[in-house]
């Protein structure tokens, strides 16, 4: 299989793996592949989400949300700006977490125009809640 078979197989296989994975449980969280013409790697990053441990908005916790609840502060983040939104380079973005063993694109986004998740530094972050606040 080369890279080009991969790709057209890949929304179909990850929808079968997702639906396993939703049996169990756990959500999948990225893919990775490489694919050269001879040999290949595929990796998918799953975890666990405990559907009994809610936040207080009700909504499943996952380790992002977690992480920004305890480490935001010593990022020089705000605690409350958990699902808050922004605005960044003429799009808006929502906070939805906090990688803690990123150095530099450690806050978790989501774009609101497609709802694709993304990673943020945390001066980009910062910087669109200060303009939120100048405009208000």
């Known amino acids: 299989m080369n890279l080009q078979q991969f790709r ?5 296989l990850d929808d ?3 639906a396993v994975l939703k049996k169990y449980g756990l ?4 893919r990775n592949a490489t694919i050269d013409d001879r040999t290949g790697e595929i990796s998918y990053r799953m975890t666990l989400i405990d559907p009994a441990h809610k936040g207080a908005d009700g909504k499943a916790t996952s380790p992002e949300r977690e ?11 705000k605690p409350e700006w958990l699902d808050k939104e922004f605005s960044a ?3 808006r973005y929502k906070v939805t977490g906090l990688r803690g063993k990123a150095s530099k694109n450690c806050v978790c986004i989501t774009r ?3 709802q694709s ?8 972050v910062i910087g669109g809640f200060a303009r ?3 405009a208000a």
């Open 27 to 30: 959500e999948r969280r990225k």
């Open 16 to 18: 079968d793996i997702a």
């Open 112 to 114: 609101m125009s497609d």
């Open 89 to 91: 380079g003429g799009d």
């Open 8 to 12: 057209a197989i890949a929304p179909k």
């Open 67 to 77: 992480t920004w609840k305890q480490l935001a502060a010593l990022y020089g983040l």
């Open 117 to 124: 998740k993304r990673v943020s530094t945390v001066e980009m």
């Open 132 to 134: 939120e606040k100048a």
